[in-house]
């Protein structure tokens, strides 16, 4: 079992910059991969970022690439989503997750566990 808890999100103007971090627990932490999705406002949840159980493989959304960067310490069980130039269209809850397997995945479906998401606005 692991829990995640998501922290970091608030209000900030375009262009800002933000940091969103998850704490995670639970024993299988450092051999399973993490993901950062959204949900926008009347949208559904996309993906936005991925790393693998290494932190050596990350993939991203086109959307986001050039701009986020995930990383992870599995030695503190945290995953972070650093955000730059952020945009009015990166208004969302951001939900940590993770699965259980090693490899990145961008899909939804793939992972096991859910944080309860925290709100990142950004204003024009």
């Known amino acids: 079992q692991v829990q995640l808890v998501e922290s970091g999100g608030g209000l900030v103007q375009a262009g800002d910059s933000l940091r969103l971090s998850c704490a995670a627990s639970?024993?299988?932490?450092?051999?399973?991969?993490m993901g950062w999705f959204r949900q926008a406002p009347g949208k559904e949840r996309e993906f936005v970022a991925t790393?693998?159980?290494?932190?050596?493989?990350?993939t991203y959304a086109d959307s986001v690439k050039g701009r986020f960067t995930i990383s992870r310490d599995n030695a503190k069980n945290t995953v972070s989503l650093q955000m730059n130039s952020l945009k009015p269209e990166d208004t969302a809850i951001y939900y940590c997750?993770?699965?259980?397997?090693?490899?990145?995945?961008?899909?939804?479906?793939?992972?096991?566990?859910w944080g309860q998401g925290t709100q990142v606005t950004v204003s024009s």
């Open positions: 790393v693998n159980w290494s932190g050596s493989s990350t």
């Open positions: 639970g024993r299988t932490f450092s051999s399973g991969a």
């Open positions: 997750a993770a699965r259980v397997g090693s490899h990145a995945s961008t899909s939804q479906l793939l992972y096991n566990y």
